[in-house]
């Protein structure tokens, strides 16, 4: 793996993101944040969505570290079972190692609020990619993440409307025409 273009669905949350960059299974699965290179490119183009100002290349252990977590949890969601108690504790580290509190923002005419954290460097990011992966898995989003339908995609996604199977229109795409493909040649099929 060297150049491919990294599975960035830029409509889900970071941490989904985050899990996607571990793409496929058994044999076939490929780590997209393999090496420290990688794991600074997939920073620099999430960049405008966590504002990190430190380059996450020389934490890359730790950034797969928290993927397979959260890759993991979601799995485990998506599978409607628990996981292994060590994968909660070890998301817990991460967030635990970067704090971060509800602050109240009313400048704009009617209250809002955001998160904030003392923390920052490469805790802070991944701190907040693990408070991410909790917040999708307790709050309001809880039981819709799926994992795409598509022929041999595994990206997750958030499934914001009932009809959503596919992480993209163009798994949609090309789960019609595979199923198109299959009742042409499927053997007494009509
Ligand atoms: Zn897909």
Do not use: K
Not at 2 to 9: G, H, K, M, Q, V
Not at 131 to 153: D, H, N, S, W, Y
Request: charged share 20%; hydrophobic share 40%; with cysteine.
């Amino acid at each position: 793996m060297t150049d491919a273009e990294f599975p960035i669905l830029g409509t889900e949350p970071l941490a989904v993101e985050l899990a996607n960059t571990l793409y496929g299974t058994g044999e076939a699965r490929i780590d997209f944040l393999a090496d420290a290179r990688r794991v600074g490119e997939w920073f620099a183009l999430v960049s405008g969505r966590h504002g990190a100002t430190v380059p996450m290349g020389p934490h890359a252990g730790r950034v797969r570290l928290l993927r397979d977590c959260v890759h993991a949890l979601l799995s485990a969601a998506v599978e409607g079972r628990a996981p292994d108690a060590a994968l909660v504790e070890r998301v817990n580290g991460f967030t635990a190692a970067a704090p971060t509190y509800l602050r109240l923002d009313w400048s704009r005419g009617a209250p809002a609020s955001r998160r904030a954290g003392t923390v920052t460097g490469a805790a802070a990011v991944l701190g907040s990619i693990a408070t991410c992966c909790v917040e999708l898995l307790t709050g309001p989003q809880a039981g819709r993440v799926r994992r795409c339908q598509g022929p041999g995609c595994s990206l997750f996604f958030v499934q914001h409307h009932s009809r959503r199977r596919w992480c993209h229109p163009s798994c949609g795409h090309r789960d019609r025409q595979a199923r198109y493909y299959r009742r042409q040649h499927t053997p007494g099929a009509f």
